[in-house]
């Protein structure tokens, strides 16, 4: 069972020359989640070849394997396709490529007697309406079908495309129209249960850049992000290990002898409304681990309830 946390997915084109070393973790071991495409990274022209090569993948993938293991399909289809091919029930799942209200349902019918998992990813017009959010969400709600969906990925690309637009060179995803397109996703979704993860950050030059924007995805509650690049995984990853001040903030809020309010590194700790984030600290610690070296001012202070 893939973990809430995904961190850095990488995609990688089905018709990679390196598909099953990869897929088997003797290429890339570092990663923690693969996501192998049919749709946009593939051609038309190339999506036989692509569904071969992935049909030899699955059948020589072993079964053990650190990384989470999910197909985007191309469309129902393909997913049809996939699921036909000897070997898809080592697959953890499937990215649903411009998941809507319409074609869920089309999508959720031929995975509903596996153990698949889904991400359904938004990334069409519907995104920018929140009633077709709202109509979404009421499908996914449904007991059968959430305990289904890992995670909702948002399709950065694709939305601004939408727009007419690219994202600059200069800015995060944060600067542009879609900055309070994904705070509105998660307000809609995260209160019901659901998690999402970020959009592909393209420019494989920038890595300051790129720093930023992941700091931005935490500070939206996100997730876990798309990589397109191996480079990527450990640019983006590093942001997800805990601090030493995060650290000893989240145990002192999940003290059961802490009182309900107190004061620790300079910051208010409530337990009635940092509970929850405490606990997804420790979770993030166990997954990724801690900070070598706290960019914070070492404190050692005692809990101090007068705050």
């Known amino acids: 069972m893939a973990n809430q946390f995904m961190g850095a997915s990488l995609y990688v084109p089905a018709n990679h020359k390196n598909l099953l070393a990869i897929a088997n973790g003797e290429l890339l071991p570092n990663a ?4 192998f495409c049919t749709e946009d990274a ?44 000897h070997g898809a029930e080592k697959l953890t799942g499937f990215v649903i490529p411009k998941a809507c209200a319409e074609n869920f349902h089309d999508y959720y019918e031929l995975v509903k007697d596996t153990a698949h998992l889904l991400m359904p990813t938004l990334e069409t017009a519907e995104v920018f309406c929140d009633d ?22 948002i399709g950065g690309n694709d939305l ?10 200069s800015v995060t995803i944060y600067q542009t129209p879609l900055g309070s397109v994904i705070a509105k996703l998660v307000t ?18 920038l890595p300051e850049l790129l720093d930023q924007e992941v700091i931005q995805d935490l500070a939206h509650g996100l997730v876990g992000k798309t990589a397109i ?24 809020i999940l003290n059961v002898n802490s009182p309900a309010v107190f004061k620790m590194h300079n910051a208010m700790c409530e337990i009635a409304t940092h509970k929850a984030w405490a606990i997804r600290t420790l979770e993030r610690s166990k997954l ?18 007068s705050y």
């Open 229 to 252: 690049h191996p480079d990527q995984i450990e640019e983006i990853e590093c942001h997800y290990r805990v601090s030493n001040t995060e650290m000893e903030s989240a145990s002192a």
């Open 160 to 169: 601004l495309a939408l727009l007419g637009l690219r994202r600059p060179r």
């Open 288 to 305: 990724f681990g801690q900070h070598s070296h706290d960019v914070s001012r070492p404190v050692n202070e005692e809990q101090d309830a």
């Open 32 to 35: 923690r989640s693969l996501i």
């Open 42 to 85: 593939v051609s038309e022209e190339a999506l036989g070849y692509a569904l071969f090569n992935l049909q030899l993948t699955l059948e020589n993938m072993h079964l053990a394997c650190k990384a989470d293991r999910f197909v985007r399909v191309r469309n129902v289809e393909v997913l049809k396709r996939v699921l036909a091919m």
């Open 188 to 205: 809609i979704f995260k209160p019901h249960g659901f998690e999402l993860t970020a959009p592909v950050f393209e420019y494989l030059d």
């Open 132 to 153: 077709a959010m709202r109509q979404l969400r009421s499908i996914l709600l449904a007991p059968e079908v959430k305990a289904r969906i890992l995670a909702l990925r």
